[in-house]
């Protein structure tokens, strides 16, 4: 996804959501989670408290995009990568974590 920023919807937006949130609580959102500004005025006025509250949350979870985003596909290809390689990776982990022998593990979770 591409974001594009048209300066001409920043005012209307800010506008749209300041009629709902209150214009202190607008900009600070928007410094949360500067990726709204990509919003259409005419979606901006759909907004809810959801918009607020994921604001708060893309500020939290942004520290560790870089970390994450790595971690996450790491994790989603691990099936990938035991099937080619033929290594029990979750087995392995699954029963160093509760002490049931990986066979039983790998038994379990096929």
């Known amino acids: 996804i591409i974001l594009a920023f048209n300066q001409k919807n920043f005012e209307r937006c800010l506008k749209e959501w300041t009629e709902i949130f209150g214009e202190e609580e607008s900009k600070a959102m928007i ?25 708060y949350i893309v500020a939290a979870t942004r520290p560790i995009g870089p970390v994450a985003l790595p971690l996450l596909l790491a994790l989603l290809l691990t099936p990938a990568f035991e099937a080619v390689s033929g290594i029990p990776i979750r087995s392995t982990f699954i029963s160093s974590l509760t002490g049931v022998d990986s066979v039983t593990v790998a038994n379990t979770m096929n």
């Not at 500004?37 to 809810?48: M, Q, S, Y």
């Open 31 to 55: 410094l949360r989670n500067p990726g709204l500004l990509a919003v259409n005025p005419e979606e901006a006025a759909k907004a809810t408290d959801q918009t607020m509250t994921f604001s």
